[in-house]
Nanobody
């Protein structure tokens, strides 16, 4: 069974850092692209970042480029999102999601989400 379990959210001050984790099971990073998607309070889903491990490519939304880093640890079957210089606009629930294929496509499996709150 394919499962995604996020962790690492919390309350952080503006300018601070957090690292989100997404533990995967039932598949490998070489078989599927992975993404982080967030939802701010009262707003829709916003794509944040994707990693195509098979091709060693990463992509970021303009709003997080230069501040966030997506990565994987194959030995630990874990996807990460390192978030630095956090801003209040980064507040929201962060979801990791698995694409249908190694080259991307629709996000077919989602985690339960982890809440990030950036506030002083």
């Amino acid at each position: 069974e394919v499962q995604l379990v996020e962790s690492g959210g919390g309350l952080v001050q503006p300018g601070g850092s957090l690292r989100l984790s997404c533990a995967i099971s039932g598949f490998t990073f070489s078989s599927s692209a992975m993404s982080w998607v967030r939802q701010a309070p009262g707003k829709g889903l916003e794509w944040v970042s994707s990693i195509f491990s098979y091709f060693s490519n990463t992509y970021y939304a303009d709003s997080v480029k230069g501040r966030f880093t997506i990565s994987t640890d194959n030995a630990k079957n874990t996807l990460y999102l390192q978030m630095n210089n956090l801003k209040s606009d980064d507040t929201g629930v962060y979801y990791c999601a698995k694409a249908v294929a190694v080259g991307g496509g629709p996000l077919e499996v989602w985690g339960q989400g982890t809440l990030v709150t950036v506030s002083s």
